[in-house]
């Protein structure tokens, strides 16, 4: 079959890394573009080593009419802010675009500008489909603009995902405790992430509320709730360069089991090439999930207090991001939804 042709904007970052690693051993894929403003006219070589005797020739510059020549669909891992205005310039030229920004994650436009401030398209600010395909599948394979979703979400919508469908949330905030690699910063330097401030310690940041992918969380799950869903999250920094563990904490309706969120979740994500729920009691390790587009889901019951422990553990570059984001593009063209993403983890 002919080949879709791709762009990718923000090659030259982790995210853009990541989906040209992928996309390379995608069979329905030729990519086109690897598109970096910072790093213009660098060699992909030497911007990507990764790449080198694989992707001949240079970075390119930013060029919205030379990518909508040159690409079906696009994706942009540009920054938040950086992203929009450039992607409803390209959907206007009727291209099909997935940003891994999260400039169209929030649909309420009041939210987005209270998180992030201003929008750089807000005409379009709710009219992206939210790109988590196990939630999203039919939607997301009408859409010309997907936003594919934040790596902390990810991990911790899928093991919250079958309590809030079910109504098994009883109204109080939702504890949601997260560890994440420092991948997850990106690729430009900075005091946060230097080795000698992340190599010997863990440590909690943007706590009580100040995390941005805080609303990200409550919408998908107050919207599978059907009512107002509020989130305790704290992320922390951990010393490893892939993965996010999340830890969230509920209190079950009198008379449900464990054994029922465990066969609610298996049923909720048959199908999904992605998602794996073990048996109850298990505790999922980023180990397993490294370099992967899996997302390892479990429960555990604290019998004595009552309270669940709903884990979730994913690659925050993969299912956290770029392998998310072919998961969505495999949707949206009718290919194969595991497409290019089939290979387990780098175990160990």
């Known amino acids: 079959m002919e080949r879709i042709r791709v762009s990718i904007l923000g090659a030259s970052g982790y995210t853009g890394a990541e989906l040209s690693r992928i996309l390379l051993g995608h069979p329905s894929v030729a990519i086109t ?3 970096g403003h910072g790093k213009a006219g660098q060699p992909i070589a030497t911007v990507l080593p990764a790449l080198a005797g694989i992707v001949p020739g240079n970075v390119l510059a930013h060029d919205a009419a030379r990518t ?3 690409a079906d669909a696009i994706f942009s891992c540009l920054p938040h802010g950086a992203s929009a205005t450039l992607c409803a310039e390209l959907r206007s030229k009727g291209k099909i675009v997935f940003d891994l920004s999260a ?11 209270r998180w992030y401030g201003h929008h750089g398209a807000p005409s379009l600010a709710n009219s992206a489909v939210y790109g988590l395909p196990e939630l999203h599948r039919d ?3 009408k859409a010309d603009l997907i936003a594919v979703p934040g790596c902390f979400p990810t991990a911790s919508i899928l093991p919250l995902a079958p309590l809030a469908k079910h109504g098994w949330l009883d109204g109080s905030p939702l504890v949601v405790d997260a560890k994440s690699g420092v991948s997850g910063a990106g690729r430009s330097p900075g005091e946060r992430t230097h080795f000698s401030e992340t190599s010997e310690g863990i440590r909690a940041y943007k706590i009580a509320g100040s995390h941005r992918h805080t609303p990200e969380i409550e919408q998908e799950i107050t919207e599978l709730a059907g009512k107002s869903v509020r989130v305790i999250f704290t992320p922390h920094l951990v010393p490893m360069t ?3 563990l999340s830890s969230s904490y509920v209190r079950l309706p009198s008379g449900v089991t464990v054994q029922q969120v465990t066969d609610a979740a298996r049923a909720m994500y048959a199908g999904s090439p992605s998602v794996f729920v073990h048996d109850a009691g298990a505790c999922p390790d980023t180990l397993w999930v490294r370099g992967s587009n899996r997302a390892h889901v479990s429960y555990t019951l604290d019998e004595r207090t009552g309270w669940l422990l709903a884990q979730g553990a994913i690659d925050n570059l993969v ?4 392998g998310q984001a072919v998961q969505c593009f495999n949707v949206r063209f009718g290919l194969p939804e595991g497409a290019a993403l089939g290979s387990p983890a780098m175990w160990p």
């Open 33 to 35: 573009e690897l598109v």
């Open 68 to 70: 909508a020549a040159a």
């Open 103 to 113: 400039d169209f994650r929030l649909h309420d436009l009041a939210e987005h500008e």
């Open 139 to 141: 939607a997301i394979a």
């Open 242 to 244: 892939r993965g996010i």
């Open 319 to 322: 299912k956290g991001a770029s």
